[in-house]
């Protein structure tokens, strides 16, 4: 199994103290960068290779890429239109997403203990997204929603009754057939010059167009996780989300020696 996961966005929304310098996958906490945070699980976790869907500031991530030395596990596909919306940058995934295989389609700007990948990888479903029910009420959550146990919305705004729902946490698991389902549903938006959607209202229309049950989901409640689009979430990131991390990796007296460790380098090599 491989990961394919989209990294190529400016990140406008942290503000210019983070979007001059760095794209977000190479945010720090506690001295390490997502980009070392996803391999490093991904690897535990048994998936072969890891390819990333990159445009701004691509250099920087190709450098980082060269200085963990993980050449051999990751490789970038470079998207020149970066600056429209993610739908774009999924389109340039198309041939690592139509390989005839399972994949993990990953956002690169989440912060996350390792269960959820665990959960991820070794559910029962062949079509599986994470489903967190502990989200604050917004527009700005992608909102996973139940109904009879079955996915009846998946969209920041809601049109459906539900029994429940929650935030998506931005990690999926497809098979090889719904991947290609997806990418053709990504050509047609794309030929509709839908190019400022999100790639999420492609993965929806397939879902929802599916048989019963084609996708289902994992609850990872109370599992620490945070994507990361606000300054805001750094700081929530680093306060709260990371600790918890922490201690699941046995790593809480480490972060605890010499006050809080757990801060974070916006620009490379503070």
């Given at each position: ?54 445009g ?55 912060l ?98 599916s ?44 972060m ?11 620009v490379?090599?503070?």
């Amino acid at each position: 199994m491989k990961a394919v996961m989209l990294a190529a966005g400016v990140g406008a929304r942290l503000g210019p103290a983070v979007t001059e310098h760095s794209p977000k996958i190479l945010l720090r906490f506690d001295g390490k960068s997502l980009l070392q945070r996803h391999v490093e699980v991904l690897r535990r976790h048994g998936v072969g290779e890891l390819v990333l869907g990159v445009g701004y500031h691509r250099e920087e991530i190709e450098r980082e890429i060269a200085d963990l030395r993980v050449q051999d596990f990751v490789r970038t596909v470079f998207n020149e239109d970066y600056d429209e919306g993610s739908i774009v940058t999924l389109w340039t995934l198309r041939d690592e997403l139509c390989c005839g295989e399972p994949v993990l389609l990953m956002d690169a700007d989440v912060l996350y203990d390792e269960g959820l990948v665990q959960r991820l990888v070794a559910s029962r479903h062949e079509n599986c997204l994470l489903l967190d029910r502990a989200y604050t009420p917004g527009d700005e959550p992608v909102k996973l929603c139940i109904r009879d146990g079955e996915i009846v919305e998946f969209r920041k705004w809601l049109s459906a009754e539900y029994d429940f729902c929650g935030e998506s946490v931005g990690l999926f698991k497809l098979s090889a057939v719904m991947a290609e389902s997806i990418i053709a549903q990504t050509r047609l938006y794309l030929k509709q010059d839908r190019r400022q959607d999100p790639y999420e209202e492609a993965i929806r229309d397939v879902m929802l167009t599916s048989k019963r049950n084609a996708f289902s989901f994992e609850d990872i409640t109370d599992m620490p996780w945070i994507e990361i689009d606000f300054a805001a979430d750094v700081e929530r990131a680093t306060s709260e989300i990371l600790p918890r991390i922490l201690v699941g990796e046995g790593g809480a007296s480490t972060m605890m020696k010499g006050g809080c460790k757990a801060g974070l380098s916006l620009v490379r090599g503070l």
